[in-house]
C-alpha cells in the first residue's frame, strides 16, 4: 500500500523557533511537492522537487528531497505568526501523473 | 499563469439531488485532470483521473455511477455528484496538468467548492 506520512501531525512552537517536517513514503519517486492550506481555502504550491538531493528554500522555509531514503524535509527557520498553517506533502507516483498526499501537518506559530 | 478555477465555491443542496461542479483551467490547456475530496481536518483523497475524451478512472473505493466525471474539452472538467447524501458533505478540489510539459508533472489547484447536503 503507497504511504505518503508526515511527521509531527500537529505542531505548536513560538515565534522565532526553528523546526523541521517530516514527509516519508513508501513508493518510488523522484517528485515531491509541499504545499500549503489555510483554513477553508484550497492548496497553495510552495516547492517542487524534481530530482535526489534538490534543495529549495523561500523566505523561512527550505525543502529538501532525499530519494533514497524517500524522504523530504521541510525547515522552517525563526517561525512567525503568519506561517500558520497546515502543510501538506504529495509524492508524484512513478509513471502516472498521480499524487498521493502526505497526511498533513497542522502548524500554529504561537506570537 | 497556470490558473484553475471551479465553480461554485459553494454550495447547498438537499439529499436525493445532483450537484454539479466545474473545474476549468483558463490559461492553459489540462491534458489530465483531477479530482479531490477533503473531509475537515483530514488530508486530500484522489477520487479520479480524467482525461479528455476519455473515460475516468476512478480510484479504489469511489463510486463511479454516484460521481459521474466528464472532460469534455482540454479546458474543462465536470464532476457530477449524483443522488446526494448528507456523507458526500466535503470540500472537492479538482487540479489540472499541463500537457506537453517537460519535467514538472505538476498539478495546479482549483479554490475548492465546499458542498452540504442537506
Known amino acids: 500500500e503507497l504511504k505518503v506520512e508526515q511527521n509531527p501531525l500537529f505542531l505548536s512552537m513560538q515565534e522565532g523557533k526553528n523546526y523541521t517536517i517530516y514527509c516519508n513514503y513508501s513508493?518510488?519517486?523522484?517528485?515531491l511537492y509541499w504545499y500549503r492550506q489555510d483554513p477553508g481555502k484550497s492548496l497553495e504550491s510552495l516547492f517542487v522537487l524534481l530530482s535526489n538531493g534538490a534543495v529549495k528554500q523561500e523566505g523561512r522555509l527550505m525543502a529538501s528531497l532525499d530519494t533514497k531514503a524517500r524522504l523530504s524535509t521541510l525547515h522552517i527557520t525563526a517561525a512567525v505568526h503568519d506561517l500558520s498553517a497546515t502543510y501538506f506533502c504529495?509524492?508524484?507516483?512513478?509513471?502516472?501523473?498521480?499524487?498521493?498526499f502526505g497526511t498533513g501537518t497542522r502548524l500554529k506559530v504561537l506570537a | 499563469g497556470a490558473v484553475v478555477s471551479q465553480h461554485p465555491s459553494w454550495v447547498i443542496c438537499k439529499s436525493g439531488t445532483s450537484v454539479k461542479i466545474e473545474c476549468r483551467s483558463l490559461?492553459?490547456?489540462?491534458?489530465?485532470m483531477f479530482w479531490y475530496r477533503q473531509f475537515p481536518k483530514q488530508s486530500l483523497m484522489l477520487m479520479a483521473t480524467s482525461n479528455e475524451g476519455s473515460k475516468a478512472t476512478y480510484e479504489q473505493g469511489v463510486e463511479k455511477d454516484k460521481f459521474l466525471i466528464n472532460h469534455a474539452s482540454l479546458t474543462l472538467s465536470t464532476l457530477t455528484v449524483t443522488s446526494a447524501h448528507p456523507e458526500d458533505s466535503s470540500f472537492y478540489i479538482c487540479?489540472?496538468?499541463?500537457?506537453?510539459?517537460?519535467?514538472?508533472?505538476?498539478?495546479?489547484f482549483g479554490p475548492g467548492t465546499r458542498l452540504t447536503v442537506t
Open positions: 504529495a509524492v508524484d507516483i512513478l509513471g502516472t501523473y498521480k499524487y498521493i
Open positions: 487540479s489540472a496538468e499541463p500537457g506537453g510539459r517537460v519535467g514538472t508533472y505538476e498539478q495546479y
Open positions: 490559461d492553459f490547456q489540462a491534458t489530465t
Open positions: 513508493t518510488t519517486s523522484d517528485r
